[in-house]
């Protein structure tokens, strides 16, 4: 999935730098930021047979130490760049807030450093699109972490759909909730691209309109709650609810059919996707009005597939390096983060205006714009 691009612009892109070889070293990589996700990634980068963690960029004396505890040796720098200095990385992975993400990512590319870095991508599509480009005419893999496209739950809904056993898509409710944590960019902002990110990878279209409503409890101009009613080029419909204030966690998509219905519960560890052969059946005999229409109900079996487990952060830093040693396009790639900033983008813009539906076009062209 590369939203806007056809094979022609694929082949006209710049090479990518390959930092090294595919049967050499391990890629030398630089976590930035050691808050709440920035464990994650060091975590992984140690098991990773295909990376090295070569230092941590961290001004934070206490999280800094946290880090020097759990992997001695490894430098701990607070100038970031330090760690953009150094020949021995390659890429680097940044874990900091959304405000920090374009002023760390650019100078990283300006470096000739790969870069994964966490949702999202920017907190404009102007920036968005400026980093994008600035990938492009350097040649490096720019990556947002959108995990949940890694999530093997996740990609088991994606067959279904691909392989027709849902058959075709009427719409997609989503309700994303837990009691906290609360951030200054809004619910919208911290919440919403896991969901964005879903749907777009299932659907494999881009967002052409978005409309959303929130309540604001405790700050002005921070919402908690949020509503978004998103339309897809094909003109399927989306419902997506976040929400820091809720009685317990829910992590629950719900795709309806024309031969099935699908559940995505991302907290049922064990059954997280169940497969409804449920649904309404139209009888087509020539009724002289709609009233003669017949609604025939269907209640069939409940199929619950097995689901492989796998962490989906070590299959994201798998195929970022596999990105830069081979020059293939990522599964969580820099048009899909641009994608999804513009989605943010235009709900905020609806929030201002009450409501109102934002239209929002191609991304591919707003970059070459």
């Known amino acids: 999935m590369y939203f806007g691009w056809d094979v022609a612009e694929l082949d006209s892109l710049p090479r990518r730098r390959f930092a090294r070889s595919a049967d050499s070293v391990p890629l030398g990589v630089a976590v930035v930021g050691?808050?709440?996700w920035g464990p994650n990634l060091a975590r992984n980068v140690v098991e990773s047979p295909d990376m090295?963690?070569?230092?941590?960029?961290?001004?934070?004396?206490?999280?800094?130490?946290?880090?020097?505890?759990?992997?001695?040796g490894v430098p701990v720098r607070t100038d970031i760049d330090e760690v953009l200095a150094d020949p021995d990385i390659d890429a680097v992975l940044i874990a900091t807030p959304p405000v920090t993400h374009h002023g760390l990512v650019k100078p990283s590319l300006e470096a000739g450093k790969h870069v994964l870095v966490e949702k999202p991508m920017a907190t404009t599509s102007a920036d968005a699109m400026e980093l994008v480009a600035l990938a492009e005419r350097q040649g490096l893999v720019l990556m947002p972490g959108h995990t949940f496209v890694y999530s093997p739950a996740v990609n088991t809904v994606r067959s279904l759909l691909t392989d027709g056993v849902i058959g075709e898509v009427y719409f997609v409710t989503s309700a994303r909730m837990n009691l906290g944590k609360y951030q200054r960019d809004g619910v919208v902002t911290d919440l919403a691209p896991h969901d964005l990110s879903i749907l777009m990878y299932w659907l494999d279209e881009p967002v052409v309109q978005v409309a959303t409503t929130a309540c604001?409890?405790?700050?002005?101009g921070v919402p908690e709650t949020a509503f978004m009613t998103l339309t897809f080029?094909?003109?399927?419909?989306?419902?997506?609810?976040?929400?820091w204030l809720a009685p317990r966690k829910v992590r629950q998509m719900v795709v309806v059919g024309s031969k099935r219905m699908v559940q995505y519960d991302d907290t049922a560890s064990d059954e997280p996707v169940r497969v409804y052969d449920r649904g309404m059946d139209l009888e087509w005999d020539a009724p002289a009005s709609f009233g003669e229409y017949q609604l025939t109900y269907r209640s069939g079996d409940v199929i619950i597939p097995r689901i492989d487990a796998?962490?989906?952060?070590?299959l994201e830093l798998g195929d970022?390096?596999?990105?830069?040693?081979?020059?293939s396009t990522p599964r969580s790639n820099a048009m899909l983060g641009l994608e999804i900033?513009?989605?943010?983008?235009?709900?905020?813009?609806s929030l201002r205006r009450n409501g109102a539906p934002i239209a929002i076009g191609p991304a591919r062209d707003k970059v070459a714009a």
């Not at 604001?216 to 002005?220: D, I, R």
């Not at 080029?233 to 929400?243: E, L, M, P, T």
């Not at 900033?341 to 813009?349: D, G, L, P, Q, T």
């Open 233 to 243: 080029a094909s003109g399927i419909k989306a419902n997506i609810q976040v929400s």
């Open 52 to 72: 090295r963690l070569m230092a941590l960029c961290e001004r934070d004396p206490v999280a800094g130490a946290a880090f020097s505890q759990r992997f001695p």
């Open 310 to 314: 796998h962490e989906p952060l070590s």
């Open 34 to 36: 050691y808050g709440y």
């Open 341 to 349: 900033v513009s989605v943010i983008e235009a709900a905020e813009a």
């Open 216 to 220: 604001e409890v405790y700050q002005e």
């Open 320 to 327: 970022f390096a596999r990105a830069i040693r081979t020059g």
